[in-house]
């Protein structure tokens, strides 16, 4: 899945570039009274880039929040597992055990059979 959210960006990138580079005519931007002339190309590629800057920036929390989430997961399914592990060679010794006082009483087992 990352490799496909990777080799999208590369051709949204550069579709971008292509973009770009084939509209090379010189436009004015204007921002709060603020008027900057530039090529569409250059006014083309901060743009781009600026968006990504702030999709990585809205997606970051997200992704830290998910990274501790992972981690605490992680460390309770180690514990249950080594519950499990636990409960089980207890589960085992108690069924040795009844095993055992069985085979004492039990006539048609080896240990008491008599000759």
């Known amino acids: 899945m990352t490799l496909l959210i990777l ?6 990138a550069i579709l971008a570039v292509i973009f770009a580079v084939q509209n090379p005519a010189i436009v004015a931007i204007t921002f709060y009274g ?23 920036l809205i997606l970051t929390p997200g992704a830290i929040k998910r990274g501790f989430e ?32 069985i085979s004492m009483y039990d006539p048609s087992s080896e240990g008491s059979e008599k000759k």
């Open 7 to 12: 080799i999208l960006a590369l051709i949204f």
């Open 70 to 101: 992972l981690r605490s997961h992680r460390r309770k399914v180690g514990g249950l597992e080594k519950s499990l592990e636990k409960s089980l060679e207890e589960q085992k010794d108690k069924i040795a055990k009844a095993e055992h006082i």
């Open 34 to 56: 603020y008027s900057v002339e530039g090529s569409l190309a250059l006014v083309i590629l901060i743009s781009v880039g600026i968006g990504i800057i702030i999709g990585a």
